[in-house]
């Protein structure tokens, strides 16, 4: 029986439950308004607790604490309405420091407000390229419209950094208001994919509408950088074998995928139901399938499939392993030992699965 011999070294899954909440956190916090009404709100708790301080502990009248509380957050300096103890003058030292930083934050948001979308969007696209610059092992999904905003949810919802391009313009203010990093631009030319860091890059997925712009985008990437795993969409069969020479290194047609599934749903309903499952793309994901790559070191090579006790383990199982030749062996037999280079496809509950990959190793 297999246990961890290293300790977790990438918390995907406390990156994964918190996915959904720091998403929605991001897309309030990047809005002007938002940051507005969030400014004003503190500055409305600063003054509420400040007044309640000089009434009751320094004694003064609910309009002369208020009249105190005014003054000093403003800096006006009109001194104080009634002599002050050695606490209430260090408690209004430290009301002047954070009065002046909460009415700069609500009166800078309130001019952002002022000046409208404009200056908003000039902020956010120099944050935005600051953010770009800071991306490493990202993937890169070119393309925004309705197979890649699923595919952005799908890297979102699993903790992955990544990167969108569209050359759509009117898709900006949205990403924008999201916080997904982007850039505004055509993903087939070397420029664009250079500053979105395809050379770091982990991976890249050219969902793009048109095969010729998908077969472009793969030439430029394999060109900036040979070791990219780059997946393409194909809108025919015909063009499966053009975006290969090109460089792909899988291929995806969306409609046999979905023609199948339709087959699927009217043959075997409990079975799409399952796939239905399985491949949701919504931000709570129940059952996820995973793979573990076995490296020379791995605790799992050289011991049989009942050794490794996933299942009893980790709550996973074993669907799959392909060998090094990429030949899978489906439902391995418990006394199959496994090698360096296999790869297991395991099945299980998504956090299961998330730890498995991040304790031994995904590909």
């Known amino acids: 029986m297999l246990r961890p011999t290293r300790p977790y070294p990438n918390d995907r899954r406390k990156r994964v439950r918190k996915a959904s909440l720091r998403y929605r956190i991001s897309s309030a916090a990047q809005h002007p308004l938002r940051r507005l009404q969030i400014a004003l709100f503190v500055l409305f708790l600063l003054i509420a607790g400040s007044t309640l301080f000089y009434r009751y502990v320094e004694g003064m009248g609910w309009i002369d604490a208020l009249y105190m509380t005014v003054i000093t957050v403003g800096t006006v300096g009109f001194g104080e309405t009634e002599p002050l103890s050695q606490g209430g003058r260090l408690f209004t030292i430290v009301l002047i420091v954070v009065g002046v930083g909460v009415g700069a934050w609500a009166a800078g948001n309130a001019i952002e407000?002022?000046?409208?979308?404009?200056?908003?969007?000039?902020?956010?696209?120099?944050?935005?390229?600051?953010?770009?610059?800071?991306?490493?092992?990202?993937?890169?999904?070119?393309?925004?419209?309705?197979?890649?905003?699923?595919?952005?949810?799908?890297?979102?919802?699993?903790?992955e950094s990544f990167l969108v391009i569209d050359e759509k313009a009117e898709f900006e203010e949205r990403l924008l208001a999201e916080g997904i990093p982007h850039l505004i631009?055509?993903?087939?030319?070397?420029?664009?994919?250079?500053?979105?860091?395809?050379?770091?890059?982990?991976?890249l997925v050219a969902a793009l509408d048109s095969d010729a712009n998908n077969v472009l985008t793969v030439?430029?990437?394999?060109?900036?950088?040979p070791k990219l795993l780059v997946v393409s969409r194909a809108n025919s069969d015909a063009s499966e074998s053009k975006l290969r020479r090109a460089g792909a290194d899988r291929v995806v047609t969306p409609e046999d995928i979905g023609g199948h599934r339709l087959a699927l749903a009217l043959l075997r309903p409990a079975v799409h139901d399952l796939f239905a499952e399985m491949f949701s793309f919504g931000m709570d994901v129940a059952v996820d399938v995973g793979q573990i790559t076995i490296p020379p070191d791995s605790p799992f090579a050289g011991q049989t499939v009942a050794r490794c006790d996933l299942r009893r383990m980790r709550n996973v199982s074993i669907l799959a392993i392909r060998d090094t030749a990429g030949t899978f062996a489906l439902n391995p037999d418990a006394q199959r030992v496994l090698a360096a280079g296999e790869t297991l496809i395991v099945i299980g509950p998504a956090e299961a699965v998330y730890e498995l990959e991040a304790m031994y190793g995904g590909e």
């Open 113 to 159: 407000v002022m000046l409208g979308q404009t200056y908003w969007l000039t902020v956010e696209r120099r944050r935005m390229t600051q953010r770009i610059e800071t991306l490493r092992d990202h993937f890169v999904v070119c393309g925004y419209g309705r197979l890649g905003t699923r595919i952005v949810r799908d890297l979102m919802v699993r903790g």
């Open 185 to 203: 631009g055509d993903a087939t030319h070397d420029g664009i994919l250079e500053a979105a860091g395809v050379a770091r890059a982990r991976g």
């Open 219 to 225: 030439l430029t990437a394999r060109g900036l950088n």
